[in-house]
């Protein structure tokens, strides 16, 4: 049973910017040469696990529970880039994981071990991390996972410019297809872990050994190397900085609260869950949420076309490796003109709605009636493509909304036609501030019979590219870059708009906006549906309207005041 009351957010840590380019120093030093690889064999990366400093300050604050440690360590990868494409089926069955492997234009695969990728957050119980006092006593014994997107970095100065890898791990729990990878002659951090599970630390001195878990070591040839790093955790109070210095990096950086990809109060791609601090890594899209980070551009490095390495790179139709470009943010100058239309055959996007997650009975957000009981959930509409879904809004000088239009490209990415598709309107509530969509989804709870009961007061979206859905779909973009509301969705005196979702991303609104609930007040306990529904109106042209919408079974028991809900696994998520 889920009762929600207390949402204040914990204080989440961030990986200092400059602490990637420490890498470059730590290990580029003891490089052979510029660019000299390690002998191995073509197209098998050759890992190893560094640390990027030998000290690192971990601020604990009073009122929280412990310390969020970013330790420094990373896997660096050369001789070929560690490339992981991670799949279900569909939610009824497992996770499965392949490593791929490129030599040339050989391409391989190889099957990891089943059940050892568990989600699609990274490889499970990665990192072994021992943490021993002042007087040698082992006071933290810690497993953690290690997303190969994290927090990267360069190692050398004629490795890629970019990576062309996404830039988070998705911890949306209807999550589909990731595909992970460190890029030949890049860092990934491997430390940066539990941003919901603070270790308990007080402050002091402290020894940290830090080990890459013998399954992994056998799996991909990893050396048995075990870092040792001197951490000094000091206490802040909430007044101010508190003693203890030490040199270093600090285990804690100045980035704001973000989220695995969503529109909630710390609003989400690649998301991006929560994996607040991922944002500061440029992690998260981590997978997603708002707000989160500055995108890495997606243009293929000169040094990686020049070197002859980017055979399965390139913007040709059909590919699945992220390297599309799509469409620019920039809204149209002025309304299409012309007759509206798209041939037939020109690429559409496919919305799709996942189940409702993140359920709990609450007692209303801001604008909702005091004293009431509301059902909150989360929601995502993602585009399974082949085609981003485009849309401008045009204003008329003084016009409270603007006239939308779909926009549709040919696979060379040029514009060849367009559609009405409803309006925008200014939504002024705190949390949202911008334009939304009047046409994109809606929410709908019904009864045990599936009718309709309730109608969310949730009808216009801004749209955001917050949660790596499947980045193994066709044409997927691995870093389309409205991943904020700040590239997204205008201000409230702006004369045009362009919303995009790209393909193989969601967009996720959580149970922290207002509007995101039903009022349960007076329905009297039992089962109920929460039914999700992309592209209500059909007003958007897609490849396929019968997968638009989704339900989510819960059942509502308790009295007025305190209402309860329980949430029924789908197959094998449990999710509630």
Request: aromatic share 8%; with cysteine; glycine share 12%.
């Amino acid at each position: 049973m889920t009762r929600l009351k207390n949402r204040k957010g914990l204080r989440r840590t961030a990986f200092a910017a400059g602490a990637a380019l420490t890498v470059v120093a730590a290990v580029a030093g003891s490089a052979p040469g510029a660019g000299a690889a390690p002998a191995s064999t073509p197209g098998t990366p050759k890992l190893k696990l560094v640390a990027a400093s030998k000290t690192v300050i971990a601020d604990r604050y009073s009122g929280e529970a412990g310390v969020y440690l970013d330790l420094g360590t990373y896997v660096t990868a050369d001789n070929a880039p560690l490339e992981l494409k991670v799949t279900r089926k569909s939610y009824k069955d497992p996770i499965v994981a392949q490593q791929i492997l490129r030599d040339g234009s050989k391409v391989k695969t190889k099957a990891l071990p089943a059940g050892l990728v568990k989600d699609f957050g990274g490889l499970t119980d990665f990192l072994e991390v021992s943490i021993k006092n002042a007087a040698g006593a082992e006071v933290q014994k810690i497993k953690s996972g290690f997303c190969p997107n994290n927090a990267s970095g360069r190692l050398r100065p004629d490795a890629p410019a970019t990576s062309h890898y996404p830039e988070s791990c998705s911890t949306n729990p209807f999550t589909l297809g990731s595909v992970w990878g460190v890029e030949k002659g890049w860092a990934a951090n491997t430390s940066a872990f539990g941003y919901d599970k603070p270790v308990d630390l007080a402050a002091g001195e402290y020894t940290v050994k830090v080990a890459v878990a013998k399954k992994y070591r056998d799996l991909f040839g990893i050396p048995d190397d075990r870092p040792t790093i001197k951490l000094t955790v000091r206490e802040i109070s909430d007044g101010g900085e508190g003693g203890g210095g030490g040199a270093g990096l600090t285990a804690r950086g100045a980035h704001g609260a973000h989220t695995g990809g969503s529109h909630g109060a710390s609003h989400d791609m690649a998301g991006m869950d929560g994996m607040d601090g991922m944002a500061g890594m440029a992690g998260g899209h981590h997978y997603g949420p708002r707000g989160a980070d500055a995108p890495t551009p997606s243009a293929l490095s000169h040094a990686l076309e020049a070197r002859g390495l980017a055979h399965h790179l390139g913007d040709a139709a059909g590919h699945t490796d992220g390297s599309r470009v799509a469409p620019a943010l920039k809204a149209a100058a002025k309304r299409p003109a012309g007759r509206a239309g798209a041939p037939a055959n020109v690429p559409k996007p496919d919305l799709r709605s996942l189940p409702a997650w993140d359920i709990a009975v609450t007692d209303g957000e801001d604008g909702d009636a005091a004293g009431k009981d509301y059902l909150a959930f989360s929601a995502n509409v993602w585009n399974a493509g082949p085609a981003p879904l485009v849309v401008d809004g045009f204003r008329k000088p003084g016009a409270d909304l603007m006239d939308s239009y779909q926009y549709f490209y040919d696979a060379k990415g040029k514009q060849v036609g367009y559609a009405p598709a409803g309006t925008m309107e200014w939504d002024p509530r705190v949390g949202h501030e911008h334009w939304h969509f009047t046409d994109f989804a809606s929410y709908r709870l019904l009864a045990a019979d599936q009718h309709e009961i309730v109608k969310s007061g949730k009808e216009a979206f801004c749209l955001a590219n917050t949660d790596a859905i499947d980045y193994t779909v066709k044409n997927a973009n691995w870093h389309p870059n409205n991943t904020d509301l700040s590239t997204a969705c205008g201000q409230q005196n702006s004369i045009s708009v362009r919303e995009v979702l790209d393909v193989g991303s969601g967009d996720t609104y959580t149970q922290y906006r207002p509007g995101q609930s039903f009022d349960i007040t007076d329905l009297p306990n039992g089962t109920y549906y929460i039914q999700v529904i992309a592209n209500p109106a059909n007003r958007l042209q897609e490849t396929n309207t019968k997968n638009n919408v989704s339900l989510r079974k819960v059942v509502l028991g308790g009295t007025v005041g305190a209402r309860t809900v329980s949430v029924p696994p789908v197959d094998l998520v449990n999710a509630p």
